[in-house]
């Protein structure tokens, strides 16, 4: 079993900056494929970026709308995955959600199907 708790989301004017943080349970983090989706009110959840389990190369996926502005890492030692949020619009208001891939079976995967563990969300709203 793994738990997933994100934390840091809030209130940030457009062009800010955010960092959103998913701490995971369990032994198995850095054996996981990790991933950010979001959710908006009324839409689909859907990919914002993911990060390949721990090896000797650590690959990353981002959604085309976020590209360029948003950074996903890890932390083995705090089992801890990360998104740093920059020159943040509007449309980026939503839900974020951190999932996990405990046996790194799709690395970098963009599809909801292909994670197994989700957290509970944190909210970021950016206004304009």
């Known amino acids: 079993q793994v738990q997933l708790v994100e934390s840091g989301g809030g209130l940030v004017q457009t062009g800010g900056s955010l960092r959103v943080s998913c701490v995971a349970s369990?032994?198995?983090?850095?054996?996981?494929?990790m991933g950010w989706f979001r959710q908006a009110p009324g839409k689909e959840r859907e990919f914002v970026a993911a990060?390949?389990?721990?090896?000797?190369?650590?690959?990353?996926n981002y959604a085309n709308t976020v590209k360029g502005r948003f950074t996903i890492s890890r932390d083995n030692a705090k089992n801890t995955v990360y998104l740093q949020m920059n020159s943040l619009k509007p449309e980026d208001t939503a839900v974020y959600y951190c999932?996990?891939?405990?046996?790194?079976?799709?690395?970098?995967?963009?599809?909801?199907?292909?994670?197994?563990?989700w957290g509970q969300g944190t909210q970021v709203t950016v206004s304009s």
């Open positions: 999932a996990a891939d405990p046996a790194g079976k799709f690395p970098t995967s963009s599809y909801v199907r292909d994670y197994y563990y």
């Open positions: 369990g032994r198995t983090f850095s054996n996981s494929a």
């Open positions: 990060i390949s389990s721990s090896g000797t190369y650590t690959n990353t």
